[in-house]
């Protein structure tokens, strides 16, 4: 005797009644089957080198911190794949920090802040019309 596993989708399951398909507002009758996986398309993003990665990491003398040349040189090489995602059409915008102040004097790891900004997809377009007596 087997066991009945039935699949959930975000948790919860889904019934054919749950089931309202719509393509351009005409809802689309006659559905017999869904084909569901949790897969997301994946790309790889390389980095310029394991070398300027791993490299010494100076630090100013008299704060302690990251000099200012070592934060904006890493920061270029992290924007480097994202700028190519971006002539690539794969990003909105991006931003890349790194923080001074970390210890990485201490701790020898280095946290880079990247904010990503996506590429929006419009499934609706509405349209506002009305009647006016003036431009």
Same mark, same amino acid.
């Given at each position: 005797?087997?066991l ?7 948790g ?10 719509t ?11 869904? *084909? ?5 398309? +994946? ?10 990665? =791993? ?7 008299? =704060?302690?911190?990251?000099?200012? #040349?070592?934060? =904006?040189?890493? #920061? ?31 701790? =020898? *790891?280095?946290?880079?802040?990247? +904010? ?11 349209? *506002?019309?009305?009647?006016?007596l003036? *431009?």
């Amino acid at each position: 005797m087997g066991l009945d596993i039935t699949p959930l989708i975000n948790g919860r399951e889904y019934g054919w009644a749950d089931l309202a398909v719509t393509i351009a507002g005409v809802p689309v009758m006659g559905i017999t089957a869904i *084909k569901y996986e949790e897969e997301q398309e +994946k790309d790889n993003i390389y980095g310029a080198g394991r070398h300027q990665l =791993s490299g010494p990491a100076y630090i100013d003398a008299d =704060s302690g911190f990251l000099r200012a #040349e070592t934060v =904006s040189g890493l #920061e270029a090489l992290a924007a480097e794949p994202l700028d190519q995602m971006m002539r690539d059409a794969e990003l909105s915008g991006y931003s890349v920090t790194i923080d001074p102040t970390q210890q990485v004097l201490r701790t =020898s *790891k280095l946290e880079v802040l990247v +904010k990503l900004i996506p590429v929006g997809v419009l499934r609706n377009i509405e349209v *506002k019309i009305g009647l006016t007596l003036k *431009k």
